[in-house]
């Protein structure tokens, strides 16, 4: 007689609409700021307005994500025990457990993304105090900033896929990849949200947003394969994505938030309406990516 | 460190009373679920149904019935936190709020604990669940205050028939393997014990003694640690990054060629 897979014995532990928003926007403000990063570090110098919306984007997203992490406690106004213990005040930090490295995370990404969205503001002309603006690169302070900002970045995008893998339950555990198609998923909506608001304001010339339209290819490209790989790493598992669950993978993940964007992107270079749809249609995929990891496994 | 302590849980003379349950609610102050209001699973003598932060010993009803239901029999099983020496819940907890006490039991110090959920999923046996009461995560602590004062946990001591037995480890392995001894010996070539040996999470401080598969009684034939995900998860990911680098680099690096 076949074993039942132990995961199934497992209880879910109510994450749910809270989390799938915290996982997506926190996914963009990682994605915006390290595709922001990568300019300013390694781009061309006409391509820095569109850094610039990057750092922008990514702190209001990244102070939205704090609220929407404390307001998902049972205990809102004890969050700060995964900082500091609560009787010994001093510092909270597990290595080996991906919440407690990541409320560290996302408390410095927090610090990194205001500096960068200071200097972006004074990049802008926003905030006259030029100095400010010397915490963007070039220049050895606003490089440090950006290359532990990115890195932070880089964090945000993925650990919370591995955050779902270190626990017992169903389809998360069962699977080592949710934090690769997350990481890859998390660029790609942050490519998007900078070719909307580039698009719309105006601040890229064409080869800016043909790099962003590239390199969001290439992302789509990737996330298609793992998502694939994650499919099938999942074994016999995978049946339970055999329900509506399955087809919003296949239908909206896959299709909408992928094939359809991958398509569009070809058309971008002629129809701007082909571009911002590609944008849009990313966004809804890497939504429902979420929506579909997050309250499948909750819903077991 | 006093000696290790937990409970050995014999199945097979469990009559399905629920006098643990009533004696645990009773000491450690847990209310009624639903406000008072009677819930009935409708389909089983068990109104329990789960562990839960309000329920912290539930007594399993598995009916195993032929179709025609000329056969069958009652399973029964008070099931509790297995205190296991390698705890999930207590490896993820962000706030530190789960700690391994000088029993060597583990216990949720719900003055710490934030609600953050993380232990719920972590537990390969579904034991933890948000108390409504604290907006806490709860579960048996053992009778940790009990304990402290050198008494024995409530529903053992109210247990009739001596189904859930208190005491050290090593007593409890002994008195379970000469049970096991027993009966086979009587002709019950089914009968095992679950998790008392260190080969399961280093070991259950809370184990049982069954006469089916695991399964059957609701219990994971191979639980683990999350922590087992941890390395290759966190390897993926990385690799993900040096892709999306990658992808970034050749989308973005400066050529030097002005459009």
Known sequence: ?300 | MAEPMGFFTDTTICIGCKACEVACKEWNQLPAANGGVNTLSGDSYDNTRRLDGLHWRHVKFVEQFTPDRSEGRWLLMSDVCKHCVQAGCLEVCPTGAIIRTEFDTVVIQSSACNGCRDCIGACPFGVIDINPVSGTAQKCTLCYDRLQAGMEPACSKACPTDSIQFGTIADLRQRAEARVGQLRGQGENRAQLYGADDRMLGGLNSFFLLIDRPEAYGLPPDPKMPSRNLAPGSLWATLGGILVGIAGLVSFRNRGNRP
């Not at chain 1, 990682?30 to 990568?38: K, R, S």
């Not at chain 1, 004074?122 to 900002?149: E, F, H, N, Q």
């Not at chain 1, 947003?209 to 996330?223: C, G, I, K, S």
């Open chain 1, 1 to 300: 007689m076949s074993e039942v897979p132990s995961t199934l014995f497992t209880a879910a532990p109510h994450w749910r609409w809270l989390i799938v928003f915290y996982f997506f926007l926190g996914g963009i403000a990682g994605g915006a700021y390290l595709i922001a990063a990568l300019i300013d570090l390694f781009g061309r110098p006409w391509d820095r307005p569109l850094a610039r919306l990057g750092y922008l984007v990514a702190f209001p997203l990244t102070v939205v994500c704090g609220i929407l992490l404390v307001v998902d406690l049972n205990r809102p106004l004890r969050f700060w025990h995964m900082l500091l213990a609560s009787e010994t005040l001093t510092p909270m930090i597990k290595w080996w457990s991906p919440m407690s490295v990541g409320a560290w995370a996302l408390l410095l990404f927090g610090f990194f993304t205001l500096l960068s969205f200071v200097a972006a503001l004074a990049d802008d002309g926003w905030l006259r105090w030029p100095g400010l603006a010397r915490l963007r690169p070039p220049g050895i302070l606003g490089t440090i900033v950006v290359v532990l900002g990115g890195l932070l970045g880089f964090f945000i995008a993925g650990y919370t896929g591995v955050l779902l893998a270190v626990t017992n339950r169903p389809i998360w555990s069962d699977t080592s990849l949710i934090g690769l198609v997350f990481l890859i998923s998390s660029a790609s909506t942050g490519a998007a949200v900078l070719m909307l608001l580039a698009r719309r304001r105006a601040v890229a010339n064409a080869e800016g947003l043909h790099a962003l339209e590239r390199f969001d290819t290439l992302l789509l490209v990737l996330e298609l394969l793992a998502l694939v790989a994650l499919v099938v790493s999942l074994g016999s598992l995978a049946r339970l994505w055999l329900n509506t669950w399955g087809v919003l993978l296949v239908l909206g993940v896959v299709g909408v938030g992928i094939v359809a964007p991958l398509l569009l992107h070809r058309q971008a270079r002629t129809s701007a309406l082909a571009g911002a749809s590609a944008a849009v249609l990313v966004l809804v995929g890497g939504f429902l990516l979420r929506v579909v990891i997050v309250l499948s496994s909750e819903s077991v």
